[in-house]
């Protein structure tokens, strides 16, 4: 059955994936995947990044309606295309961080830095992955 199987954990945490859903996923040895865990259901999710390398950012926002979309906005409007996020409030009600793995395209980090600026969001950090 493709949709679901069973697997186990090995000594060193790792799991297989039975190659009839690396097929249905079009995974390939070596491919990068994204791990989700959902606390409330206790299940880990598993997409494929089908992205080589993904920078990831933490930025630093007020913790108000509206602050993550217009960062969003801005990393749209400079072509970073969001492979994966997550916020939480660091400090309810006055900041939160909110994680992005990114395909920056043509935009530096630099670029990334100066118009998140303008939009009252500070970048903390940038890492490629």
Known sequence: MVGEN???VDTKGRV?????LRDALSLKAGERVILELDTATKTIHLSPSHEKKLLRLQIMLDDKPGSLASAATS???????LVNTHSHSSDRGEKAV???????GKATVQDIKANLGKVWAKLLSAEWE
Request: glycine content about 10%; some cysteine; hydrophobic content about 40%.
């Open 6 to 8: 069973i697997s186990s």
């Open 16 to 20: 297989l994936i039975p190659q009839g």
């Open 75 to 81: 990393l749209a409007e400079m072509g970073v295309d």
């Open 98 to 104: 909110w994680t992005v793995d990114c395909n920056p």
